[in-house]
């Protein structure tokens, strides 16, 4: 079944590591969420089954009120057909997630919450510009579980300077006793244009050290498993059958569509991009034109989609749907190319299932990348 990622493009603050599409100023959120609702309705024809996952993502969905979320799905409804057990997914921050917020999200389809927690610790909390505190961290877990959502998954940062291997084991342990059945971690990465890239430039900041976010992910993994999670994507965690279905379809190859600004979707050829333009953005669909850009694939490229994907999840790379889907020679050049991984023991082949081992698991992108096939 196919997936609809829903871009809402506005933030309360900017984090300083942040480099998505977003804006702190919700002057034009209403013609936002009209544009948001016209490009569904435009893109009718791009789905002829059933949509099993919708993802809202940004930004920071939450910041959002019940009305316009409600608006959005109207949308969606009129549009399509929604699977009765579709998973449906709304990224949150702390800080959003008041008593009055839950009634609200309560009334509507939403079924799994996405939290940006990062750390409970208060001072790693304000050195990342977050909007909320730690308090906000605790609280709204167990307010969100109250009200009966019990599908949440929690966003963690590790890797950064203020982070030692203990706050880090903190916050792991705190995230375990709260019960939620999937966490998120992510190694900071330094994006270029970002108040982080910045401040390190100019001196004002420590760089980020590779080996500390190594150590970080050594101790994330271990943490996890010894608490019962199943790491079945790097930087994704999840209780016995508690994946996450977007994300794992997306990883998987199955198609979705892309709404909103910056937002992208797959149709299994091609991608399409929309501008990381607000404006532009809603000028485009206030025209009645869709915004979109089409980036046609060449097999190469959906050969390096797949690579990447594939090996950072726990089903591994298939030998046999690269000889289906790509031929022998993409087949004998990828066995050709795992040789060296494979004597390093980063790699379990069983059959045609390529997996990474543990100790390849810190080396994923590196063996993606060595993986590719270049024109
Ligand atoms: S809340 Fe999320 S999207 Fe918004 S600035 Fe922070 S990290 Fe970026």
Not at 137 to 151: L, P, T
Not at 198 to 209: E, R
Request: aromatic share 10%; hydrophobic share 40%.
């Amino acid at each position: 079944m196919s997936g609809i990622y829903i871009h809402i493009p506005f933030c309360k603050k900017a984090c300083h590591y942040c480099d998505f599409h977003f804006s702190t100023s919700l002057k034009y959120a209403d013609e936002m969420v009209d544009s948001i609702c016209k490009e569904i309705k435009m893109k009718k024809d791009r789905i002829s089954g059933q949509v099993g996952s919708i993802y809202f993502g940004g930004g920071t969905p939450s910041i959002l009120p019940q009305a316009a979320l409600q608006k959005i799905f109207d949308a969606v409804n009129q549009t399509f057909s929604v699977d009765s057990n579709a998973e449906i997914t709304i990224e949150t921050n702390p800080d959003d997630l008041t008593a009055q917020k839950l009634k609200e999200l309560k009334q509507l389809p939403v079924n799994r919450f996405s939290v940006g927690i990062q750390s409970f610790f208060n001072e790693d909390l304000i050195w990342m510009n977050r909007a909320h505190n730690a308090k906000d961290a605790e609280d709204c877990i167990m307010r969100s579980q109250d009200a009966g959502f019990e599908n949440l998954t929690l966003d963690l940062i590790y890797g950064y300077p203020l982070l030692t291997d203990t706050k880090w084991l903190s916050n792991i342990s705190r995230a375990i006793e709260l019960q939620v059945p999937h966490i998120s971690a992510y190694a900071l990465t330094v994006e270029p244009r970002t108040a982080l890239a910045h401040a390190i430039k100019s001196k004002k900041q420590i760089p980020v050290n590779d080996n500390q976010s190594a150590a970080q992910f050594v101790i994330l993994m271990d943490k996890l498993i010894e608490a019962g999670f199943e790491h079945y994507e790097i930087s994704n965690f999840a209780k016995p059958g508690c994946y996450a279905v977007h994300n794992t379809n997306y990883w998987k190859g199955v198609d979705y569509i892309g709404i909103g600004p910056s937002a992208h979707g797959f149709n299994g050829q091609n991608r399409y991009i929309n501008p990381a333009n607000n404006s532009l953005y809603i000028e485009k669909l206030e025209n009645n034109k869709l915004p979109e850009l089409v980036e046609e694939l060449s097999l190469n490229d959906r050969f390096n989609e797949y690579i990447m994907t594939s090996i950072r999840t726990m089903w591994g790379t298939d030998l046999q749907k690269i000889t289906t889907d790509f031929g022998k020679d993409f087949l004998e050049e990828t066995r050709h190319n795992l040789r060296s991984f494979d004597d390093k023991g980063w790699l379990n082949i069983v059959g045609d299932q390529i997996r990474l081992t543990q100790s390849g698991k810190l080396f994923a992108d590196h063996i993606a990348a060595e993986l590719f096939v270049i024109e």
